[in-house]
C-alpha cells in the first residue's frame, strides 16, 4: 500500500514539474517542439495544434522564414480560456514560454497575439538594454501586420491599434530620446512609432519596391536571431543595405538622445485613414494610400491549416468595431504588467533582455567588442537575464 502511494506522489510531481512531450510540427524554414507541462486533453491539444501553427505562419510569411530552425515551446497549463506571460529566450537554444488556459477553443485563441508577438522576439538578434525600445517596438508594430497579411485580422483593426495607441509612444516632459527614456510607453509604442516612421519613409523613397520587412529579413538573414548579440551600429547597417536607403540611420540618429514628437494627425491624413470611434476607414486618394495598402496587404488567398478539413485560426471582419477596443485595452493592460515598473522608474527596466546567458559573465566572454562591454557594464546590468515579453 505504502508503496502504491509513494509511487501516486511521485507520478503526480513528474507531471507538474516535467514537461510532457507534445510531438514536432514542421514549420516554415523550421521545426517546433512543443512541450507542455501537465497533462493536456486532446481536444486542447487539437486546439493548439491550430493555434501554433497559425502564429508560425504569420510569422513565417512575413520574414519568407520561420524565425529559427528549431524552436522549443513550452505551455504551461492554467485555469481558463486566456493566453498570457510569454517570454522568449535564446540561451543554449531558442526556447518560448507561454501559459494556455485549459477551456482554451478556436475562438479563445482566433484572436490572441502574443504567440506571434513572441515568435517575431526570435527573428531579432539581442541587443543592449538600451535599445529594448527597438525590440519591443518591432514586436509590437510587426505582429498585428503579419497576422493581417495572412488574413486572421482586417486592415482596419491593424490601423486602428495604430492610431488609437500611438500617441502613447509620443515623448512627455523629462523625455531625452528613445535610448534614454525607459518608461512603457516609449518602451513599446515609442518603438512602435520609430517602425511605423521607417516603414513609411522606406517605401515612400523607394516606390513600395521595399519596406521595413525587407531590412528585417536581410538582419534575420545574416544570423540576427535570438541565439546571438549584435550591436546597434550592425542592426541598422545590415538594414539600410537591404532596402538601400539610410532611412533607419537617420532615424535612429534622429531620435536617440532627444525628443521628437510626430505629427500623427498628418500622418494618418497622409496615408488616408480617418477614425471613426472604435474603428477605421481609409481614403485611397490621399497622397501615401498606396504605401498604407502595402503595409497590410495580403498574400495570395489560401487557407493554413485546413488539413483534414480543420480551418485556420482567422477573425471575420465584422468583429472589429464590436472587438476592437476590449481586445486592445486587455493588450495594453498585458504590457503593463509585463513591463513591470512604472513610468516613473528609472533608469533601466527590471526585467532584462536575455543575452548569451543566464548571467553578466558568459555574454561578457562573447560579446563583440570592448567598447559593448564597456556599455553594458556601465548600465549597471550585472543582473540576472529572464527573456523578452
Partial sequence: MELRLLAAILLVSFTLHFPANGGSMAVQGGT?????????SPALEKTATKWIKTSAHALANYYGTFSVPRLTL?????????????????????LTTVS????????????DWIL????????????????LWLEEGLATYCEPIARCRVGIIPPERVWFDLVDRLPEGEPKS????????????RTYWGGALF?????????????????????????????????????IDRVIAT?????????????????????????????????????????????????????????????????????????SLQLPATAVPASCRRVLDERVAQ?????????????????THLRRGNRLEPFLASAPNQNQVSDWQAAGSARWSTGRR
Fill in 239 to 311: 538594414g539600410d543595405a537591404a532596402t538601400g536607403v539610410p532611412v533607419l540611420r537617420e532615424l535612429y540618429d534622429g531620435m536617440k538622445d532627444k525628443p521628437v514628437t510626430v505629427d500623427l494627425p498628418a500622418l494618418w491624413k497622409q496615408l488616408g485613414v480617418v477614425r471613426h470611434g472604435t474603428t477605421v476607414t481609409f481614403d485611397n486618394s490621399a497622397p501615401l494610400a498606396a504605401v498604407r495598402r502595402a503595409i497590410t496587404e495580403r498574400e495570395a488567398p489560401r487557407r493554413f491549416g485546413t488539413e483534414n478539413g480543420s480551418a
Fill in 100 to 111: 494556455l488556459g485549459r477551456d482554451a477553443t478556436n475562438a479563445d485563441l482566433a484572436d
Fill in 195 to 231: 517602425c511605423l516612421r521607417a516603414d513609411v519613409e522606406i517605401r515612400r523613397r523607394t516606390n513600395n519596391r521595399f519596406g521595413l520587412e525587407h531590412a528585417l529579413r536581410a538582419i534575420h538573414a545574416a544570423g540576427g536571431t535570438i541565439v546571438s548579440t549584435w550591436t
Fill in 116 to 131: 506571434t508577438h513572441e515568435m517575431m522576439h526570435l527573428a531579432f538578434p539581442n541587443i543592449l538594454d538600451r535599445y
Fill in 174 to 185: 523629462g523625455d531625452h530620446g528613445l535610448d534614454h527614456t525607459h518608461t512603457w510607453g
Fill in 32 to 40: 517546433i517542439d512543443v512541450e507542455y507541462t501537465g497533462t493536456v
Fill in 74 to 94: 513550452r505551455i504551461t497549463l492554467a485555469d481558463g480560456h486566456d493566453v498570457s506571460g510569454g517570454q522568449s529566450f535564446g540561451w543554449q537554444g531558442a
Fill in 335 to 351: 504590457q503593463r504588467r509585463r513591463f513591470r515598473r512604472t513610468e516613473a522608474s528609472a533608469p533601466y527596466p527590471a526585467r
